[in-house]
């Protein structure tokens, strides 16, 4: 059964600061997707991470894939208060078999 | 209306109550799911409709019957519900197989469901 793990779960950190979550799956997958998840509100594609070595960038936000370690990583660079949200890892188990298996998600606050 | 679409944004309901939630997508997608989001607990996944075949039921308990009459409408009804049954309903599509590339799912707002 494949397992996914966020960490850490819960995050506070001052605007200006960089910070990295970290996604940690049990089983081989080359197909990696972060989620973003306003309160209330659904959740928003970020990045699809295909191969090992990718890296994706997006103003503040640079995802990353090392399949041989089977880890994630979301790094934040200089934080604002708008990146307040929880953020999800999920992994496609068996490639285009549409079944994503999801991490339980870091909720990142940012402080002023 | 644009993305994926679902009804009602809130719903509250009885043990014995039956009621059908909603899902449209209007992104001409091949693929639809329905997740389940509990406080505290990762996204689960209940079922996937792949060109209005049902492809994955997982484990998800009768009183949860999904209906897909076509590739952009989804339907979740509901009879017999349990309290523990509360939680979001995320309704999502994608391009489905074979996309030939990344299968990026799109999810609707949701369903908060609370089942006294």
């Known amino acids: 059964e494949l397992k996914v793990e966020q960490n850490p779960l819960f995050l506070s950190m001052q605007e200006g600061k960089n910070y990295t979550i970290y996604c940690n799956y049990s089983?081989?997958?080359?197909?990696l997707y972060w989620y973003r998840q306003d309160p209330g509100k659904s959740l928003e594609s970020l990045f699809v991470l295909l191969s090992n070595g990718a890296v994706k960038q997006e103003g503040r936000l640079m995802a990353s894939l090392d399949t041989k370690a089977r880890l994630s990583t979301l790094h934040i660079t200089a934080a604002v208060h708008d990146l307040s949200a929880t953020y999800f890892c999920a992994v496609d188990l068996n490639f285009g078999n549409e079944k994503l298996t999801f991490g339980t998600g870091t909720r990142l606050t940012i402080i002023p | 209306e644009t993305g994926v679409t679902q009804t009602p944004r809130h719903l509250v309901m009885g043990m014995t109550n039956k009621k059908s939630l909603k899902c449209e997508q209007h992104l001409g997608h091949n693929a639809m799911y329905w997740y389940k989001q509990s406080a505290k607990k990762p996204l689960e996944l209940m079922f996937v409709?792949?060109?209005?075949?049902?492809?994955e039921n997982n484990s998800v308990p009768s009183r949860f019957s999904p209906e897909c009459p076509n590739s952009s409408h989804l339907f979740l009804h509901l009879h017999t519900l349990q309290p523990e049954d509360s939680a979001l309903y995320l309704c999502?599509?994608?391009?489905?197989?074979?996309?030939?590339?990344?299968?990026?799912?799109?999810f609707g707002p949701g369903t908060r469901l609370t089942v006294l």
């Open positions: 409709y792949n060109f209005k075949e049902q492809t």
């Open positions: 999502a599509s994608s391009q489905g197989p074979p996309s030939g590339g990344p299968d990026t799912q799109y």
């Open positions: 089983t081989t997958s080359d197909r």
